[in-house]
């Protein structure tokens, strides 16, 4: 009896330790990654690809910094070998770098992986960035060849600091991708659901599934991104707290999808911007945004113009110009068809009736079903 017990506890123990080095596994190779991503940026920046200067000092410093007893300064040199050149494979490669918003697994990834998959068909990498403005940045100085922003929810409206963040730059709208927001309960493997106590989320992620938390007595705890609450859940295995997250999320950070699809409103959307330097010559819809003369009717003539040439609007969004008090700005979008043949001369009428017109950029918009 004795010795059967001692069996199970050297099960249980041997199957915790596991657990472990699976987690570590996972973290080891999400820095993996991010160093990678690095380099994809490095190589953008200088001209030839190996470096040997600096590839003996990352050597170097590696050897400097293993623990002799364990990695050892030998066998990490020779681990470092492989990724150094690694590295050089990925920098020496074609792929188009495409900038989003958040941390792996954010609902603007999905979308720039949908647009990679469907629209550009071409070998592409994702990858994070802090703000928008980080991404415009890179996208101008040529760093990047993309940036993703999200625009327009179907349940919250308009994102105006995306919207802000394009009107100061030189960047153009290239293709729109919609997508369907499909929030997901997400656990440790090994929690058990009638232990959970915390949800972990963006605080517009948690709004959405508001009827579903008070169902279930969870507690919602604020935070920055949903990616970001998926990746602390699985980093700091918090046993009594699930994310709310994507499906992607989950699968990057090694956790459980435990409810699919728990947004109270179904039919919840997210339309995406793909900006880049060019603009596009053609495509089915087209962005502009305009001021307006401050009198009577200045915006029913305009509307006037959509409609005698029977163009329809597939949005209409005024926000504050930002420069002057009590001025706005419009952004609007149109589906392009019935003026294709004559677009200068259409855009030109809707110049004259309009102050400051910026093209915005025409692109094609990709609707994700699922
Ligand atoms: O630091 C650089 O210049 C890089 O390109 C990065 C890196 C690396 O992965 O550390 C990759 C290739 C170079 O030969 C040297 C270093």
Redo the contacts with the bound molecule.
């Keep these: 009896m004795a010795l059967e017990n001692g069996m199970d506890e050297r099960t249980t123990e041997l199957a915790r330790l596991r657990e472990i080095i699976d987690t570590l596994d996972t973290k080891i190779l999400l820095l993996l990654n991010e160093?990678?991503e690095?380099?994809l940026r490095?190589?953008r920046l200088?001209g030839s690809?190996?470096?040997?200067v600096?590839?003996d000092e990352?050597l170097s410093h590696v050897r400097s910094v293993s623990n002799e007893l364990l990695v050892g300064s030998k066998f990490a040199e020779r681990m470092y070998a492989s990724?150094?050149q690694r590295?050089?494979e990925l920098?020496s490669g074609s792929a188009k770098l495409i900038g989003f918003q958040g941390e792996h697994g954010a609902y603007s990834e999905i979308a720039a992986l949908k647009f990679i998959a469907e629209v550009l068909r071409e070998r592409a990498v994702t990858l994070p960035f802090r703000t928008f403005e980080d991404i415009i940045d890179n996208v101008e100085r040529g760093l990047i060849d993309y940036g993703i922003l999200p625009v327009q929810n179907s349940l919250e409206g308009p994102i105006p600091s995306a919207t802000y963040a394009l009107l100061e730059s030189d960047l153009y709208v290239v293709c729109e991708i919609v997508l369907p927001i499909r929030h997901c309960l997400l656990t440790l493997p090994e929690t058990d659901p009638r232990n959970i106590r915390f949800v972990y989320s963006h605080p517009q992620a948690l709004a959405q599934c508001r009827n579903f938390l008070k169902r279930l007595s969870l507690e919602s705890v604020e935070y920055y991104d949903t990616a970001g609450a998926a990746r602390k859940l699985a980093s700091e295995r918090m046993s009594n707290a699930a994310a709310i997250g994507s499906e992607l999320a989950a699968k990057i950070y090694g956790l459980e999808v435990l409810k699919e699809s728990i947004q109270d409103y179904p039919h919840n959307r997210t339309s995406f911007w793909i900006l880049s330097k060019e603009t596009r010559a053609t495509g089915s819809k087209c962005a502009v945004t305009f001021l307006l003369e401050d009198r009577p009717g200045a915006l029913l003539g305009v509307l006037e113009y959509f409609k005698s040439r029977e163009v329809n609007l597939t949005r209409i969004v005024s926000l504050p110009s930002r420069s002057e008090p009590h001025v706005y700005r419009f952004f609007v979008d149109f589906e392009t068809e019935r003026v294709l043949d004559s677009f200068d001369v259409f855009v030109a009428g809707l110049k004259a009736k309009t102050m400051e017109l910026r093209m915005l950029g025409l692109y094609d918009s990709l609707v994700v079903e699922r």
């Design positions: 160093r990678f690095i380099a490095i190589g200088k690809i190996v470096d040997p600096r590839e990352v990724v150094l590295s050089r920098q």
